[in-house]
Structure formats: structure tokens, C-alpha cells
């Protein structure tokens, strides 16, 4: 395999061809929702996090394409405006999800940021750190029948675009960042480490808040009970394995994000009894 200069053209051309190659096409409307029996209705119904969703991915998507209107090179720009158009289709496959089994939420997120690189750079730390931890629940979800078999088909998916978002955007940092005036670069290196700290600090405040919420309103204390017997341990395993396998697929040359992973497979050196064998 020929070896590649991270921050050239060639690397450039690699990592947006891939991302817009592994391109899934479907329209989110046409989806079969399955029929559920009524516990599995109401197990998606208890669930708090369906409003936050469902914004999240809209302000997500407002912020791309933010980015691939500001963007010169018109081949990332076609690259992020591909991820802005999956990252609505994911809002929209979940307002879908809330319409066939009778879920409510208020309306929110889409705001367009009035700086279209710090708006995409806090969008991809977020989703660098978000995704990590919902692989690895996604499939504790799906091994123990949490979420039923059809509903983890469609959603499985969305995962996979998950993997390709935060591949890219880690591709997209370091190229953008070579690639900008000499004097710009030192303020945009303090911006990614901005970004960084900024969602490191969000996940921290909202650990301790779930902490010191009630079990009974918390669906992440609520998860031993309701999906088996899941360590933090086990969990910190899963999503070890399951970032990785998500990865796997795509050109290895290319940049995958290193921080969170590490940071977690340092982290289980120190728990006693968690090293392997």
C-alpha cells in the first residue's frame, strides 16, 4: 500500500473519496417501521433522551452544512455537504421512529452558528466523544434484546455513518490545519484544543448531574436493571471493541480518533481485575 502524507492532496482526495463512496443511499420516510409489542413500545416511550436526540442531530446538521458553505475546495465541500445531508436524514429517521410509536418531544435544535469552523469543530470533538460510548451501548442494547432485533436493523446503520462522521471530520482537522496561512495556524490548533476541552467538560457536568439524579428519572442508572448485569468495566471493553471494528473497514492510512480510546484503555490498567489475561 502506498504510503501517505498526512495534510497533502493525496490525503485529501482519500479521505473524502472514502467518505463519499461508503455513502449509504435511503430516504428516511421509506422506512418499514415494525410492529412492536406494547412493552417494547413502552420501553422506547420511558426512554429520556428522544427530545435531546433529535435536537442534537439537527443543530448537527445546521452546523455542516455551515462548514460546506464556508468550504473553498470543492472536494470537501462535496464531502461535508454529504455529512450535513446524513446528519438531517438521522434527525428525520428519528422524528420517524417518534411519529410510529407515539413519542412526544418539544422541538428544538437546527440554529445555524454565526462561526461556521468553531461550530463544526464543537460538532465533531462532540460526536468523537459521543459515538465512542454509543457503540459500545448500542450493542450491549442489541445483544440483550433491549432494543428488538428489527429496530436495531435500521438503527445499525446510523451507527456505521456515525464511524465515517468522526473518521472524516479527524482526517478533515489535521489536513485543514496544514493547509491554512502559517499565521492562522497556531490559533486554529488552540481552537481544536478548545473544542476538545469544551465537550470533555459537557460529558463531566453531565456525568455528575446523572449522579445526582434520581434512579427512577435516569435511564443510565436504570440500565443494569433493565439490560443485564453491565459493568462500567465490561462497558469500557465493549466500546474498546466496537470503536475499533467500526473503524476497521475503511482505508487504514487514514486517521481515526485516538484521544477517547486511549484515554479509556489507560483508565482500565488502573481498575483492579480489569486487565485481560
Known amino acids: 500500500m502506498t504510503p501517505l502524507t498526512i495534510g497533502s492532496d493525496e490525503h485529501r482526495d482519500l479521505f473524502c473519496r472514502e ?34 436526540a ?15 458553505d464556508d468550504e473553498h475546495d470543492p472536494i470537501v465541500r462535496e464531502a461535508v455537504a454529504l455529512q450535513g445531508y446524513e446528519e438531517a436524514r438521522h434527525a428525520k429517521l428519528l422524528e420517524g421512529l417518534l411519529a410510529a410509536y407515539g413519542i412526544v418531544v418539544a422541538e428544538g435544535g437546527g440554529e445555524t452558528p454565526r462561526d461556521p469552523e468553531w461550530g463544526f469543530l464543537r460538532m465533531g470533538y462532540g460526536e468523537c466523544f459521543d459515538s465512542f460510548f454509543a457503540f459500545g ?65 459537557g460529558r463531566v457536568k453531565t456525568a455528575l448531574q446523572l449522579r445526582e439524579a434520581d434512579a427512577g428519572d435516569d435511564f443510565t442508572m436504570q440500565v443494569p436493571d433493565t439490560i443485564g448485569d453491565v459493568t462500567l468495566t465490561n462497558l469500557a471493553r465493549i466500546c474498546l471493541s466496537e470503536n475499533e471494528r467500526r ?7 487514514l486517521l481515526r480518533p485516538k484521544m477517547v480510546p486511549t484515554l479509556v484503555g489507560l483508565s482500565l490498567r488502573f481498575v483492579p481485575g480489569a486487565r485481560r489475561a
Open 19 to 52: 467518505f463519499v463512496e461508503t455513502h449509504h443511499a435511503y430516504a428516511p420516510d421509506e422506512v418499514a417501521w415494525p410492529d412492536l409489542d406494547d412493552a417494547s413500545v413502552a420501553r422506547l416511550r420511558s426512554l429520556p433522551f428522544w427530545g435531546e
Open 54 to 68: 433529535v435536537s442534537s442531530e439537527r443543530t448537527a446538521a445546521a452546523r455542516v452544512q455551515a462548514m460546506a
Open 137 to 201: 451501548l448500542f450493542r450491549v442494547a442489541a445483544d440483550t434484546g433491549f432494543f428488538p432485533p428489527a429496530l436495531v436493523r435500521v438503527f445499525d446503520g446510523v451507527m456505521q455513518e456515525e464511524a465515517r462522521h468522526i473518521l472524516f471530520f479527524s482526517n478533515w482537522a489535521v489536513h485543514r490545519q496544514v493547509h491554512l496561512p502559517a499565521a492562522q495556524r497556531p490559533w486554529f490548533l488552540v481552537r481544536r484544543g478548545l473544542g476538545v476541552l469544551w465537550q470533555a467538560f
Open 247 to 253: 473503524l476497521a473497514p475503511y482505508d487504514p492510512r
